[in-house]
Structure formats: structure tokens, C-alpha cells
């Protein structure tokens, strides 16, 4: 693995990631009721450390907190100070990965112990390690999931709640077994959600289309940032709207976006080539625009970075 663990911040203070550590009868190990994000630092080409598009992924924890009654006593701008104080004690050593996580702790006192999201106590933990870009440049094979994603009424699929992970985790075991390298869910009504961590795009005669949020599916910050880099650096609109499985297959090409895998191609799905079975080249182009973009090459994009340090 690539990672290699570091500090964290766990009940607000900064701690050897060995000693960030809870009780077993901690409510959010038993039910689920945590919400987490994913941030990437990167390495910038002035010789920072900058996090990418930070204050959007905590305006999104602070969104799914919301969902759960979730008090995370922090706000953007106090997690975002919180978290380059983290990545300084951390000290230089390139690319790192940011793992905040809220969730439900103990019950307070006179609480009968239940399944519940009121009477019980809040916290929050942050840690971060050392992770390179590991996109595959070449593209991955994707399976087409038995696991559906579940409709929001549901499970709030808009927040990214720990224990809806079990249907992510499930798609994924399915997909490795059948030797996929990820797998896309179908929501409820058979049209295409996600990937099990990443937001999916086709292109179709030079647009790209995405499925709308009422897909059922989280909207990824890594989403906006490709409509966003495809409108403005490439010339390519978006269009919003449901894709069959079929239009997956037939599409000229296919890409996943998200923190984690960043923008990956997608070359075979369950069992047939996408295209000509190799990168194409909106997709190809919007990666390398994307690399240059979290790197920091690219002034018209800094306000998405927050240096935070030497790299
Ligand atoms: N969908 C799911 C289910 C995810 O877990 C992720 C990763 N957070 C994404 C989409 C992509 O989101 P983002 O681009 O904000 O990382």
C-alpha cells in the first residue's frame, strides 16, 4: 500500500494516528451513523503543499452531518485551518490523503441505548496520509453491478454517510471477484447512478452527458470540476441527463471522476470495449488538463487550491 499513516486530529487535538482510536460500543461502529469525505493535497509546481477544492468537500461534510443531526462544532473555514495545521505537523513529504470523518459517539447520560440520532454525543476525527495519483492512465475494466444503488428515500444517497459504504463494498467484492477492476450501479429504475467511489460521464458526439443528482447518486466534487475544466479549457457542455446501460456501452467514450481515482478512463465495460477500447481523447485531454489543474499549472484555477505549507 501506498499509504503511510501519520497524525490525526481526534477530539480536537493533534494525536500519533495510533492513539486515534474509539470504544466498540461507539453508536456510529454499530448503526452506521458516521459521515466522511475524501481530500486530496497535492504538491504544487511552486514546491507547496496545496489542498484541492477543500472548503467544498467540508461544505459537503457539513451538508451530510446535517443529514444524521450530526453536530460537527466546526465550521468550513475552522476544519480548513484545522486541516493545514494537520498537513504542517504532518511536514513535507508530497501528495496526502485527508480522511475527516463525524460521527455518532456515546449516549448521553439518561439515553436508553437504541438505534437513534438524538441523545447521543458527536465527534470528530481527521487523519491524513501520504498517497500519490494511482489513476490509470491506460483506463480500467468496469462491471455493470448487481448491487443496486438504493433510492434517497432510502438511504440519503446526496450524503455520504459510513454506513451506506456497505452496498459501495459489496459492488466493489463483486466486481474484483468477477475480475473487474470497479463496478457502475444501476439505481432503482435501471438507469445508471455511479461508480462505487466516482461519478460517471460519457461522451456522446463531442458532449458529455453525466446523470442528474436524482439519479441517486453523491454529486462529486471531482464531477463539477470536470463539467467545469470540459466547458472552460476544452469547448465540450455537459448535459445532464439519465443514461441506460446500453448508452454506457454505445457511448465513444467513458471516464469516472473522483477525488480518490481523479479522472480515469473507463476502456471495457462488462465485457465489451467502450469505443475502440483505449482512451479517448475528451477524456484524455481532461485528465492531463486536470493533473496540470491540482498541481497548481494553471492560474485561472488556484482559487480551488489552499497552500498550506512546503511540499
Ligand atoms: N460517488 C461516491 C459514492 C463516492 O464515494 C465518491 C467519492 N467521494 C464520489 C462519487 C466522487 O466524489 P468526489 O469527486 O467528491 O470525490
Redesign the pocket.
Known sequence: APAIAALAYHDGEFVPLAQAQVPVTTQALQYGTGVFE?IRAYAQQDGTLAVFRGHD?YARLLRSARTLRIDVGLDVEQLSGVTAELLRRIGAGGDTYIRPLAYKRALLPGTPPGVQLTGVSDALSINAFRMGSYTDRSGIRVAISSWRRPESGVLPVRA?VTGGYVN?ALAVDEARAAGYDDAILLNSRGQVA?A????VFAVVRGRLVTPPVTAD??E????DTAVTLAAELLGAGTDFHDLARDDLCNADEVFL????AEIVPVTEIGGRAVGDGVPGPLTTALMTAYHGVVRGEDERYHHWLQAVGPA
Do not use: F, P
Open positions: 475524501g468537500h455520504k459501495n455511479e462505487s467511489t466516482a461519478n447518486l453523491l462529486g466534487v471531482t464531477r471522476t473522483g477525488t480518490g
